[in-house]
């Protein structure tokens, strides 16, 4: 039996889909999130059960929440999980590397592995893959894009986003 239903929210960031099951949330995915997600397995829309994350979300994105509270439940294998579980422990606002990660759980010579599990993050924003940059501090590929991980990015410093996702300090 499959439990699981999504709610659609209208962000500054753009549409987002909220996956969640029994145990928690699954996923989080833009609407031309890369790579696509198998919306399948996204369940019935049900946004009123969904309605706390999507609060959590819009406040992240207000500026006014720095951590998320809510119950996870991402699916994948247990090399993703760890690194997955690694995303968490940046601090809002900061960046890591694909090398620091690999080396945070223990397999320093992993930093390809780490990047591809970083890009199957199911639960963009709140497990915040959009903080890795690479190793010279260059963004690299993000699910909504790298314009959306520069706007996450700025937020995180203190930068407003306008209605479209871009910080307000780099429009020209």
Known sequence: MNDTRHAIVDTTVGAITIVGGAAGIQGLYYA??????????????????????????????????????????????PFQLRVWHELRQIPYGETRTYGWIATRIGQPTAVRAVGLANGRNPISIVVPCHRVVGANGALTGYAGGVACKRALLDLERGDLLDGSGVALDSVA
């Open 32 to 77: 031309e999130h890369r790579p696509a997600p198998d919306r399948e397995r996204f369940g019935q829309r049900d946004d009123a059960s969904l309605a706390d994350a999507a609060s959590q979300l819009h406040e992240y994105l207000a500026g006014d929440r720095r951590a998320f509270d809510l119950a996870l439940d991402p699916v994948g294998t």
